[in-house]
């Protein structure tokens, strides 16, 4: 099926740096969202993105983090600065459409991010 | 705002065994996507199901709108089975339930 990519699998920084985390959605599709997920515990909206806006975002969604797609290249979502709670694994997810038809999201394998 | 609830929180068959997972949510919806979740976190998309049933393999999927509720059905599970199960409702985002863990013994 239809593969979204993420770049890198795992990233170690110190508390307090920048980081970006990178997602390659399925080429076609026009939404493109990500989710955090700290271990063991349930699996949250961030934020979507569509026509180069941010069109929703939930609490999670700091003043510190930023999305964007430049010239339909990657997908990013950039921390900064990064704090401990940030500490989690972050997926990255695109659908042709929202709503009943076409809405179905597919998820890349994560970014596990470690904040010391 | 949209809470869903899945039941139970964790499953112990034999394999072979059939199981029913639950997902009941608070508010209506446009769909209901289920997943599996590797032991690793990545996630594969089993159904999106906006509404009926859906088969895939010994995947049975079944969302009834005005019931506000879906249910995923394993037939005879396999040990490659084990893993967490999550479902979520979908507005212009996913909401995730909280999972059910299940374990296929030999």
């Known amino acids: 099926g239809p593969k979204v990519l993420q770049i890198p699998s795992h990233q170690i920084i110190d508390m307090g740096q920048m980081v970006t985390l990178n997602c390659d959605p399925v080429s076609n599709h026009l939404y493109f969202y990500w989710y955090k997920q700290i271990l063991g515990q349930q699996m949250e909206f961030l934020v979507n993105?569509?026509?180069?806006?941010?069109?929703?975002k939930s609490k999670l969604f700091k003043d510190q983090f930023s999305v964007e797609r430049p010239d339909g290249s990657y997908f990013t979502l950039k921390i900064q600065p990064t704090a401990l709670e940030d500490s989690a694994v972050y997926f990255c997810?695109?659908?042709?459409?929202?709503?009943?038809?076409?809405?179905?999201?597919?998820f890349g394998p994560g970014t596990r991010l470690t904040v010391l | 705002g949209q809470q869903v609830q899945q039941s139970p929180a964790s499953l112990v068959l034999q394999e072979g065994e059939n199981a029913e997972l639950q997902c009941n949510f608070s508010?209506?919806?446009?769909?209901m996507q289920w997943f599996y979740q590797r032991p690793g976190g990545s996630l594969v998309s089993l159904f999106y199901n906006p509404s009926g049933t859906k088969q895939s393999g010994r995947l049975t999927s079944t969302t009834v709108i005005k019931e506000r509720r879906s249910s995923l059905h394993i037939s005879s599970s396999q040990t490659t089975d084990s893993g967490t199960y999550l479902c979520a409702t979908m507005g212009y985002k996913l909401t995730f339930g909280t999972g059910t863990s299940l374990l296929v013994d030999p």
């Open positions: 993105f569509y026509n180069g806006k941010v069109m929703e």
């Open positions: 997810a695109s659908s042709l459409e929202q709503g009943a038809r076409g809405g179905e999201q597919y």
């Open positions: 508010t209506s919806l446009n769909s």
